[in-house]
């Protein structure tokens, strides 16, 4: 959890490769949690990587399943 609070920090400091970094991380310390991968999704696009972003919450929705509304609305946001 406390990856993911680092990430954030980061993303709102514009520091969007480190903030990368930390919710990849995150993700990597715990695969169900939904909110690493919408922070690396944000991250990433934020970057101009929307292939990435859109590959990332894939696997998010593949790991966490498609219960979590968030994965799948951000994905639908980055498809359009």
């Avoid at 990368?20 to 990597?28: M, N, Q």
């Avoid at 715990?30 to 970057?47: E, F, I, P, T």
Wanted: no cysteine; net charge positive; hydrophobic share 40%.
């Amino acid at each position: 959890v406390a990856l993911y609070y680092d990430g954030l920090r980061e993303f709102n400091r514009r520091a969007y490769l480190a903030a990368e970094k930390r919710f990849s991380d995150a993700i990597t310390s715990d695969v169900k949690d939904h909110r690493g991968y919408l922070g690396l999704a944000k991250a990433l696009a934020s970057q101009g990587k929307r292939d990435a972003a859109v590959e990332t919450l894939r696997k998010g929705i593949q790991y966490v399943g498609t219960a979590d509304i968030s994965l799948r609305s951000e994905w639908s946001a980055l498809l359009v």
